[in-house]
């Protein structure tokens, strides 16, 4: 079901099969470098390249435009040698993954935009992804700049986190954790925390309840 394609030590299309010249064309006696990518030269983080260099199984991920959109294939190149074990050709398998690609994209545009902010730290806090809605949530610039702040730096009551932390260590979830938060420019938001623990990497959310507290005063 890949595509399977061979390239000599010189990088010219020696052999496609079937399915690999109906994903990409037929290009045997082609340099693969111009035939698959449009390229004079060989390509950056080839995974044949590195084959050819030492002799072990290499893997990535390429993209290519074609008549019927963006293309996402994952590439794994692995050495052909003669009977002396001296490599002659460079066999890679051709996998499409646009499907699983553009599931990964629409899954990210969903949670970017979800309107609860969603995090992902470890128990010490460092912060390993938040997306869009927190950051702004929090007024803060960037993911980057969230992250280097750390998840302790966002509690107005350092207690509050470490009671947090306890009780997702002895139950592995915790719901509905009422707490106060700092956003970046020192106003205090009121939020609701849910996460799970697995491992050493919490997954959570965090819900702004601030004009709610308000309206209750």
Same mark, same amino acid.
């Given at each position: 079901g890949d595509g399977i394609s061979i390239q000599d030590t010189n990088f010219k299309v020696l052999y496609?099969?079937?399915?690999h010249k109906n994903m990409i064309g037929d290009h045997i006696g082609e340099y693969c470098y111009a035939a698959y990518e449009r390229r004079?030269?060989?390509?950056?983080?080839?995974?044949?390249?590195?084959?050819? *260099?030492? /002799?072990?199984?290499?893997?990535?991920?390429?993209?290519?435009?074609?008549?019927?959109?963006?293309?996402y294939v994952e590439v794994i190149a692995?050495?052909?040698?003669d009977a002396t074990g001296k490599i002659v050709a460079g066999i890679e398998v051709?996998?499409?993954v646009t499907g699983r690609k553009l599931a990964?994209?629409?899954?990210?545009?969903?949670?970017?935009?979800?309107?609860? /902010?969603i995090y992902k730290s470890n128990l010490k806090g460092d912060i390993l992804y938040v997306n869009e809605t927190l950051v702004r949530m929090m007024e803060f610039d960037s993911l980057e700049d969230y992250a280097s702040a750390?998840?302790?730096?966002?509690?107005?009551?350092?207690?509050?986190? *470490?009671?947090?932390i306890?009780?997702? *260590? *002895?139950? /592995?979830?915790?719901?509905?954790?009422?707490?106060?938060?700092?956003?970046k420019t020192g106003k205090p938001k009121?939020?609701?925390?849910?996460?799970?623990?697995?491992?050493?990497?919490?997954? /959570?959310?965090v819900t702004d309840i601030t004009e709610r507290k308000q309206l209750e005063a």
């Open positions: 496609q099969n079937r399915i004079e030269h060989v390509c950056e983080g080839c995974p044949v390249t590195m084959s050819f *260099k030492d /002799g072990e199984i290499h893997a990535a991920e390429r993209s290519a435009a074609t008549d019927t959109g963006i293309l692995s050495p052909l040698k051709v996998r499409d990964e994209k629409q899954y990210r545009d969903l949670v970017d935009n979800a309107l609860v /902010g750390g998840a302790q730096a966002k509690y107005k009551n350092r207690g509050d986190r *470490k009671v947090f306890e009780t997702l *260590k *002895k139950t /592995g979830r915790v719901d509905n954790f009422e707490v106060e938060l700092i956003t009121h939020a609701i925390l849910s996460a799970t623990l697995t491992g050493e990497t919490l997954s /959570g959310m």
